[in-house]
């Protein structure tokens, strides 16, 4: 149980390109989903926290606009990298809650811009 | 100050042996505890999670937490080369997030 999935897996996209990133709970219904990004020998690092239904939560230091996030139904959501850089380069990352403490995390998404 | 310290390691151990992991927070309101293991390039896997002190054991893992020191440990019996891999704790709130440590890279050897 507690199966999260993520896609694509890996995706290289040009300086400049949109991404989308989709998150999905197969065997649970996620009432609060999370996106992390993770650099190489760093820890996870929280950008957004989504309800579905809702507007995400962005930490401090993400910007809402070039990194949006919509929790649609209760078992998906997307994040979307626009205008992407070469600097948002990283391991993105998400996670699914039922309701209670436990996050189950998706299997990440490598993105590489060029 | 970083509010989740962990050693990076990386902890050499060899098979058979326990595996002794720890971490350290500064946030007491933190109120419960989770563990995770990352293997390379893969997503976290929730192992163990406590919301009190004290001890909690599961198969051959044990998570230890001592509030009063703001302290937790994990334990890893007779560890196997499968378990090589880099552990995150995470200590959480009522706000519903998580703090990730860094993680503590272990690798068992045959």
């Known amino acids: 149980g507690a199966v999260v999935s993520q896609h694509p897996s890996r995706v290289i996209c040009k300086s400049g390109t949109s991404v989308k990133i989709e998150c999905r709970s197969l065997?649970?219904?996620?009432?609060?989903m999370f996106w992390y990004r993770q650099f190489p020998k760093q820890s996870l690092m929280l950008m957004a926290t989504s309800n579905e239904g809702s507007k995400a939560t962005y930490e401090q230091g993400v910007e809402k606009d070039k990194f949006l996030i919509n929790h649609a139904s209760l078992t998906l959501s997307t994040l979307t990298v626009t205008s992407a850089h070469p600097e948002d380069s990283s391991f993105y990352i998400c996670s699914a809650s039922a309701g209670g403490r436990e996050q189950y995390f998706g299997p990440g998404t490598r993105l590489t811009v060029t | 100050q970083k509010e989740v310290e962990q050693d990076p390691g990386p902890l050499s151990v060899p098979e058979g042996a326990i595996v002794s992991l720890n971490c350290t927070y500064s946030?007491?309101?933190?109120?419960?505890f989770m563990w995770y293991r990352q293997y390379s390039r893969k997503g976290p896997e929730l192992l163990m999670y406590t919301y009190s002190s004290g001890n909690k054991e599961d198969g051959r893992f044990t998570a230890q937490v001592d509030k009063s020191s703001k302290y937790i440990s994990l334990f890893i019996r007779d560890s196997q080369p499968s378990d090589s891999a880099t552990y995150l704790c995470a200590p959480g709130g009522s706000w519903g997030k998580l703090q990730f440590g860094a993680g503590t890279q272990v690798v068992v050897t045959p």
């Open positions: 065997d649970f219904q996620a009432t609060t």
């Open positions: 946030n007491s309101a933190f109120q419960y």
